[in-house]
């Protein structure tokens, strides 16, 4: 998902050696795309999309079901995010009241990104096991650091010190 600043991308019409002719017809198409500054990339775990209008979507649905409720994400601002540091999971706010909940499988070692958010130049990865790693995105990560750097159960995370303490008043990951 891209979130932040939207910015056109267009990508001219170009011949494809692929094998496919549906691959070969959508590089012989002018490709426009509005894309944010920052990405969330979210490993296939336990996560469930919710938007204000009750529409919720899991890991399990379809992928139509999923496009249509990303399409209708579109839009909303990402206000705050709070953590969970002793497990990487998360819980995205959105302005228009869609959230986002991440959470690891129950056979999730943390050996792999939970999830991670990204920008052109920084990535920080969440990992199951509560602990992070961040850097460049053209260099190898830096070594991974516990989340709970003064035992604080959870992190909070917001565009304003009032939505972050908001945030924090709101039930964990694990409640909802």
């Known amino acids: 998902m891209n979130f932040g600043a939207p910015r056109l991308d267009v990508r001219e019409p170009r011949v494809s050696k692929a094998t496919s002719a549906r691959v ?6 002018r490709g426009v ?3 944010g500054t920052h990405w969330l990339v979210v490993s296939p775990g336990s996560w469930r999309l919710e938007l204000a209008d009750g529409l919720v979507v899991r890991d399990s649905g379809s992928m139509k079901r999923l496009n249509m409720a990303v399409a209708r994400l579109g839009g909303e601002n990402l206000n705050g995010l709070s ?8 819980m995205l706010y959105f302005d228009l009241g869609a959230r986002i909940v ?6 999730d070692s943390g050996e ?5 958010l990204s920008n052109p130049t920084r990535v920080v990865e969440i990992y199951a096991d509560g602990s992070y790693c961040h850097g460049s995105v053209n260099r190898s990560l830096e070594a991974r650091l516990p989340l709970a750097a003064h035992d604080e159960p959870l992190l909070a ?11 924090r008043s709101k039930p964990s990951v694990a409640a909802v």
């Open 83 to 90: 953590i969970e540091t002793r497990t990487g999971a998360a």
């Open 157 to 167: 995370i917001a565009r304003t010190p009032k939505l972050a303490r908001a945030i």
């Open 102 to 107: 991440i959470r690891a499988r129950p056979d």
């Open 33 to 35: 795309y509005l894309r």
């Open 24 to 29: 070969r017809a959508s590089f012989a198409r």
């Open 112 to 116: 792999f990104a939970l999830w991670s």
